[in-house]
């Protein structure tokens, strides 16, 4: 299987951590934000079958308590499952605008030194591209009054 080399594809991803803290920081909001929902669906369907089977006087029966049990230990399974995927799509959705946040600070930078021979180019599907083509305007104005 041959593959394809970075020169072949120029804005290819090469590091998905591109800026840690702020990724980090998302994705752990991410997971705090589907742990309180996951409890709250928990809590409200454990109420709900409780209630259900002690106004119908189904306490005692040992059948539907245990398919209350087994519908309990599976939301929390769906829940430790659904972990890793949210962790994962946090990261891939961060990579969309911490990747073009670090290409536009190098820019910003470049130009503070003098250098307004920029041009950005972010990947498909990226965020922020309208302002990566704001950056590449000041930079063309900035070359051509640094000329003249």
């Known amino acids: 299987m041959m593959r394809e080399s970075t020169e072949l594809r120029p804005h290819r991803r090469q590091h ?8 980090f920081r998302f994705v752990r909001a991410m997971v705090l934000v589907l742990f309180v929902m996951a409890a709250a669906a928990v809590l409200g369907i ?4 409780w209630f259900t089977l002690y106004s119908f ?19 929390v399974l769906e829940l ?14 961060t990579h969309k605008v911490a990747g ?23 990947r498909k599907g990226d965020a922020l591209t309208d302002l ?17």
């Open 80 to 93: 430790i499952l659904l972990v890793p995927v949210v962790t994962w799509l946090g990261i891939l959705v």
């Open 132 to 148: 990566a083509e704001d950056i590449n305007r000041l930079a063309t104005f900035l070359r051509s009054r640094s000329r003249s």
């Open 57 to 75: 006087e189904l306490v005692n029966d040992r059948y539907l308590v245990a398919l209350f049990n087994t519908v309990s230990w599976t939301v």
């Open 16 to 23: 998905w951590l591109v800026n840690r803290s702020f990724q």
């Open 100 to 122: 073009p946040l670090v290409r536009i600070r190098a820019a910003l930078f470049q130009m503070t030194q003098g250098n307004f021979d920029i041009h950005l180019t972010l």
């Open 46 to 49: 454990y109420a709900a079958i």
